[in-house]
């Protein structure tokens, strides 16, 4: 099975919860890059890092564990 073949595949099994996830992950890593120009988001940098292992760690498991 090729690499797109897999991709595919995995793409095709997410839920619309699975892409929600992936959607906040995206938005709050985006904060967090962003931080270099905000001063609150670099103050409060923590409240933003810990959700985001949290649900990447959950991200990964969902797409490469489970079946």
Excluded: Q
């Excluded at 001063?39 to 079946?67: D, Q, S």
């Amino acid at each position: 099975m090729t690499l797109i073949k897999w991709s595919e595949d995995k793409i095709h099994r997410m839920n619309v919860w699975d892409m929600a996830l992936v959607k906040i992950i995206c938005i709050l890593l985006g904060l967090i890059l962003g931080a270099y120009t905000s001063e609150f988001i670099r103050h409060y940098i923590w409240f933003f890092l810990i959700p985001v292992l949290f649900l990447y760690i959950i991200a990964i498991y969902r797409f490469f564990i489970r079946k």
